[in-house]
Each structure stands twice: as C-alpha cells, then as structure tokens.
C-alpha cells in the first residue's frame, strides 16, 4: 500500500507540476507565486522521503530481515503524505480540483482511503512504537 501511496503522490507532483506551468492570474503562470511554490515543495520533498521509505522496507523483507517498523513506517508515511500531497493538488488546482475532469479530484478521494486501509495510521504508529520500545501500548 505504500508503494501505491508513492505512486499517488507521485501522480499529484506531477499533475500539479504541469498546471501551474499553464495556468496563469495577473499574467503570470501560477507555479511563479511562492505560496504555490512552497506548496510545491513540500509535495516533492514529502514524496521522495515516501518513496526511500518504501525502498527501506522492500529492501529489508527481500535482504531478510525483520521488517515489520520499517514497513509500518513507509505505510504510516507515505498514506499520510499522499493525504497531504492530495489536497495541496486540489488547493493549487482551486475551484477546479473537485471536478471530475481533472484527476486530482479522484486522487484525493483514493488517498483519503491509504490511511484507511490495511491498518489506520493510528495502527501503524503503535506497531512503530512497540518495535521501537520492545513495548506494547497499553490499550
């Protein structure tokens, strides 16, 4: 699931990446404005650390390690991300990230869903924190 977190962030980058190239206010394309920029930012620096994280765990489980924290740190990371990068698409698309014509609009919908499946984020941080602490949370 992680990996496909990593491909919706990617996707957002992407998608957002070429509409703020195009669209332009006050005769300037919007991706010069630095809010979007900032925005912009945060979606590839938060993708990238997804995408290594969800390197890490495949590597551990194919080197044969143990790799249950790692791998609950790519889900926990890379859903949360993709969550975020999500609605920073749809904020820099404006009014037209909730159409259907454009794509972010379903994006946004499927990551919402990452942090659901499979174990909710909230799972994944107290399998990180047993494995961290040899611990298990009191419930």
Do not use: W
Request: charged residues 20%; proline residues 1%.
């Amino acid at each position: 699931l992680a990996a496909a977190a990593v491909g919706t962030s990617q996707t957002c980058v992407d998608l957002t990446t070429a509409y703020v190239q195009e669209r332009e206010q006050f005769g300037k394309p919007i991706g010069s404005f630095q809010l979007i920029q900032d925005m912009l930012a945060d979606m590839v620096v938060e993708t990238e650390a997804s995408r290594l994280l969800t390197y890490k765990a495949i590597s551990a489980k194919y080197s044969g390690e143990r790799f249950t924290k790692p791998a609950s740190m790519a889900k926990y990371y890379a859903t949360e991300s993709a969550n975020r990068n999500a609605e920073r698409a749809i904020q820099c698309h404006g009014g037209y990230g909730f159409f259907e014509e454009y794509e972010v609009a379903r994006l946004y919908r499927d990551a919402r869903v990452y942090t659901i499946y499979e174990g909710t984020s909230q799972v994944q941080k107290l399998v990180i924190s047993a494995q961290q602490t040899g611990l298990k949370a009191f419930i």
